[in-house]
């Protein structure tokens, strides 16, 4: 049987792989409520995305896919938080606040899903989205669901992950990653 890599596995679930011209796009904006069918409609592709996705890996850590990702440059992303906790629908977030408290810890991408890399974020971030009737609202997040919501607004700033790793620090193979099916560890 032939290995398939992780990058590719995710190639053939329809994820965008790195090198893509849509990864480094800023996604437009959804006019809210005008364009409401068509944020439902990406919003529903988000959803099938990790629902195949979530088929073939698990996501301990919980997880996040932007409509860039699958092809679509608008400014909307899925996160799945760990454990049963309901899904997070960002319509054109935009990061209002952060901590100056910072933590580091590995994260992956499916858009590059053969290596982790070691990320230093901030441990709350206060984000404003738009609902689907066009009004504002601010959501406070920290920790590692600060972390994967950040990561997500990055893709719609057409920012991957490694962009935020530290100088000199290079992301790591797939196979030396030794936190597969763990939490988040804060102390």
């Known amino acids: 049987m032939i290995d398939v890599r992780p990058s590719q596995q995710m190639r053939d679930l329809g994820v965008v792989q790195r090198g893509a011209g849509i990864l480094a796009d800023t996604a437009r904006a959804v006019d809210l409520p005008a364009e409401r069918e068509v944020a439902e409609r990406v919003v529903d592709e988000l959803f099938a995305a990790m629902e195949r996705i979530g088929q073939v890996h698990p ?3 919980g997880m996040g896919i932007a409509a860039p ?4 440059g608008r400014a909307s992303a899925v996160v799945q938080p760990p454990g049963d906790t309901p899904a997070i629908i960002l319509l054109n977030p935009r990061i ?4 100056d408290e910072m933590d580091e810890q590995y994260e992956g991408c499916l858009s590059f ?3 982790r890399g070691l990320v230093p974020r901030p441990l709350k971030i206060t984000v404003e989205t738009t609902a689907l009737t066009g009004e504002t609202v601010t959501t ?3 920790r590692g669901l600060a972390r994967l919501v950040h990561h997500e607004i990055d893709h719609l700033d057409g920012l991957l992950y490694t962009t935020r790793m530290r100088t000199g620090v290079q992301p790591i193979p797939v196979e030396e990653y030794r936190q597969t099916g763990r939490a988040w560890a804060y102390e």
């Open 59 to 61: 996501f301990a850590k």
């Open 96 to 99: 209002a606040t952060y901590s």
């Open 140 to 142: 406070v997040y920290d």
């Open 113 to 115: 899903f053969d290596v």
């Open 69 to 72: 990702q699958i092809g679509i």
